[in-house]
């Protein structure tokens, strides 16, 4: 079944950097674009930008430019978000989430189980 | 685009039928989708394009609306359906969500 399986929690200090993966099982990884959304503790859903997983070229939301990369490797069907410098109010469960279908403009399915980043000195 | 979600917590017996808005602050056509988020959880697709209802989420679940109101209708709920919903839109980037709608037992 098509699934997504993110990498475990995260415990940072303040300036370090965090690369949080998505690998991607049960379906051409390449067909579909790649999607990341941040959920601080406690709050509401926050799309990040997406990435192109046909050529590799991401969007950024405004907010997350600067500081987030999204990056992939096809070969393992894998995304990525690096987050450097990182700041207490990074403190955040990441997701990843696939387009639900072909072209621009899409809802998201499935959705990746999560991972938490916390950052504290 | 802002969507605002109504209300933003609601209290409920199962077999309650239980109705949330979704209001866009401009026109998004049908490019809209609910999720289900349960504690601890992921977020779960239920409906796309604004009605349609995905392959494994009870018929107990509905929803309508085009252009700028929206509505997802749980009937007769169950005591699984205790979540926070959120819409979003996919009309044009950024995508953006409702700031949800939490469905707390009565």
């Known amino acids: 079944q098509v699934q997504l399986v993110q990498s475990g929690s995260e415990l940072k200090k303040p300036g370090a950097s965090v690369k949080v993966s998505c690998k991607a099982s049960?379906?051409?990884?390449?067909?579909?674009?790649m999607n990341w959304v941040r959920q601080a503790p406690g709050q509401g859903l926050e799309w990040m930008g997406w990435i192109n997983t046909n050529t590799g070229n991401p969007t950024y939301a405004q907010g997350f430019t600067g500081r987030f990369v999204f990056s992939l490797d096809t070969s393992v069907s894998t995304a990525y978000l690096q987050i450097s410098s990182l700041k207490a109010e990074d403190t955040a469960v990441y997701y990843c989430?696939?387009?639900?279908?072909?072209?621009?403009?899409?809802?998201?399915?499935?959705w990746g189980q999560g991972t938490l980043v916390t950052v504290s000195s | 685009i802002r969507m605002t979600q109504s209300p933003s917590s609601i209290s409920a017996s199962p077999g309650d039928r239980v109705t949330i808005t979704c209001r866009a602050s401009?026109?998004?056509?049908?490019?809209l989708a609910w999720y289900q988020q349960k504690v601890g959880g992921a977020p779960k697709l239920l409906i796309s394009g604004a009605s349609t209802l995905q392959g494994d989420v009870p018929s107990r679940f509905s929803a309508d609306g085009s252009g700028t109101t929206f509505t997802l209708t749980i009937n007769c709920q169950q005591s699984e359906d205790f979540a926070t919903y959120y819409c979003q839109q996919y009309y044009t980037y950024p995508y953006t969500f409702g700031q949800g709608t939490d469905l707390e037992v009565k």
């Open positions: 989430a696939r387009d639900g279908g072909f072209g621009a403009y899409n809802w998201f399915d499935p």
């Open positions: 401009q026109y998004i056509d049908n490019h």
């Open positions: 049960g379906y051409t990884f390449t067909s579909y674009a």
